[in-house]
Structure formats: C-alpha cells, structure tokens
C-alpha cells in the first residue's frame, strides 16, 4: 500500500539545523511532484517547498526562501528537507505530500507528519 515515512524531526535551538526526510512506497515516485507542508498549532497547513518529478525545478514559501533546501534522491524513493537557520516560527508539524495531475483527477498521498520545535 501507499506510504510517506517523514522522520527526522525533533526539537532546535534558534540558528540550528535538521534534515527532514520522507520515504516513499507503493506508487511511481518518479512520477510525483514532492512537497512539504507545514501546519503550526491554530494555523492553516502551508506549502513549504516543492520539487517536480524531474527534480531540476523548486520552489519556496517566502518565509522559508535561502534557509531551506527540498532534495529528491529517485534511487531511494526519498525526498528531504534541509532547514538551516531555523527561527521559533519554524515550529510546526511538517508533512509529505506527494502530488499527481495527469489528464483526470489530481492524485495525493499525506504522510503522518513530524514535529519540528525551534526554542532555546
């Protein structure tokens, strides 16, 4: 069956770092767009970061441009999420998400989330 396994979450410092990553199983990685989403407490689930399936184009939220980095490795069905210098509005449980729009139907997977806590 269909999964996204995020792990790499855990509590930071303010400035810190953490690599999220998600590992996909049970459909056509190759084929899906990839992104993370982000929901903090009392707030709308966001769009963080995207990559195509051809993995040579991203995109960002504003918030996040020049601090977070989302990677592709196909071999391994994985997608990560490099976040540098993370701020306390970083908080927030983040997900994987993977996106499909042939000629029907859009076609999305969720992951189960992992908690990302920024604090000193």
């Known amino acids: 069956q269909v999964q996204l396994v995020e792990s790499g979450g855990g509590l930071v410092q303010p400035g810190g770092s953490l690599r999220l990553s998600c590992v996909a199983s049970?459909?056509?990685?190759?084929?899906?767009?990839m992104n993370w989403y982000r929901q903090a407490p009392g707030k709308e689930r966001e769009l963080v970061a995207s990559?195509?399936?051809?993995?040579?184009?991203?995109d960002y939220a504003d918030t996040v441009k020049g601090r977070f980095t989302i990677s592709r490795d196909d071999a391994k069905n994985t997608v990560y999420l490099q976040m540098n210098n993370l701020k306390s509005e970083d908080t927030a449980v983040y997900y994987c998400?993977?996106?499909?729009?042939?000629?029907?139907?859009?076609?999305?997977?969720w992951g189960q989330g992992t908690q990302v806590t920024v604090s000193s």
């Open positions: 998400n993977a996106y499909y729009k042939g000629w029907g139907p859009p076609t999305q997977y």
């Open positions: 990559i195509v399936s051809a993995g040579d184009r991203t």
């Open positions: 049970g459909f056509t990685f190759t084929s899906f767009r």
